[in-house]
Antibody, heavy 118, light 111 residues
Framework: EVQLVTSGGDVVQPGGSLRLSCAASGFSFDDSDMHWVRRAPGKGLEWVSVIYWDGGTTYYADSVRGRFTVSRDNNKNSLYLQMNALRSEDSGFYYC???????????WGQGTLVAVSA | IVMTQTPGSLPVTPGEPASISCRSSQSLWDGDDGDTYLDWYLQKPGQSPHLLIYTLYHRAAGVPDRFSGSGSGTDFTLDISRVEAEDVGVYYCMQRIKFPYTFGQGTKLEI
């Protein structure tokens, strides 16, 4: 069974940093491209980032490019999102997701809550 | 690519059909492989999102056959043939023909 357990969410001040983690199990993590998706309070889903299976290719949403960095450790079956220069609009639930059928977002973690507030 | 979903809110009666529309600012059809890269996701209250329909019309495992996806090019529809109480939540379309992937604004289905 695919399991994605997200952690690292916290309350942080504007301009601060946070690192999210996603622990994966139940599938071949090192064969899987992985994504981050977020949902701000009262808003819809926003795709954030992707990292390919080998860590060699990454893409970002325009809203986070240059501030967020996605990475992975295939030896630890873990995905990360380093978030710097945080803004209030970065607040929300952050989900990691594994590609599934035809590279859709087939499995999702439970999410971790980030609150950027003074 | 901008994704536009309508309606924003959809009150429905159990047993009745429901339909959600999604429009993309560019074609989601890949001429190389013939696939259309449009997915539908549902986020039920208090839960993480999950996949309903991938690549235009393919139902994900465990998704009831009352859900169906259709469309072409830039215009897409998610149909529910007979709504059940458990279908409440927010439905999103998402394009993945090019990065950055983008979601529609969401449609809240209410009983």
């Amino acid at each position: 069974e695919v399991q994605l357990v997200t952690s690292g969410g916290d309350v942080v001040q504007p301009g601060g940093s946070l690192r999210l983690s996603c622990a994966a199990s139940g599938f071949s993590f090192d064969d899987s491209d992985m994504h981050w998706v977020r949902r701000a309070p009262g808003k819809g889903l926003e795709w954030v980032s992707v990292i390919y299976w080998d860590g060699g290719t990454t893409y970002y949403a325009d809203s986070v490019r240059g501030r967020f960095t996605v990475s992975r450790d295939n030896n630890k079956n873990s995905l990360y999102l380093q978030m710097n220069a945080l803004r209030s609009e970065d607040s929300g639930f952050y989900y990691c997701a594994k590609e599934g059928y035809s590279d859709s977002l087939g499995s999702w973690g439970q999410g971790t809550l980030v609150a950027v507030s003074a | 690519i901008v994704m536009t979903q309508t309606p924003g809110s959809l009150p429905v009666t159990p047993g009745e059909p429901a339909s959600i529309s999604c429009r993309s600012s560019q074609s989601l059809w890949d001429g190389d492989d013939g696939d259309t890269y449009l997915d539908w996701y549902l986020q039920k209250p208090g839960q993480s999102p999950h996949l309903l329909i991938y690549t235009l019309y393919h139902r994900a495992a465990g998704v009831p056959d009352r859900f169906s996806g259709s469309g072409s090019g830039t215009d897409f529809t998610l149909d529910i043939s007979r709504v059940e109480a458990e279908d409440v939540g927010v439905y999103y379309c998402m394009q993945r023909i090019k990065f950055p992937y983008t979601f529609g604004q969401g449609t809240k289905l209410e009983i």
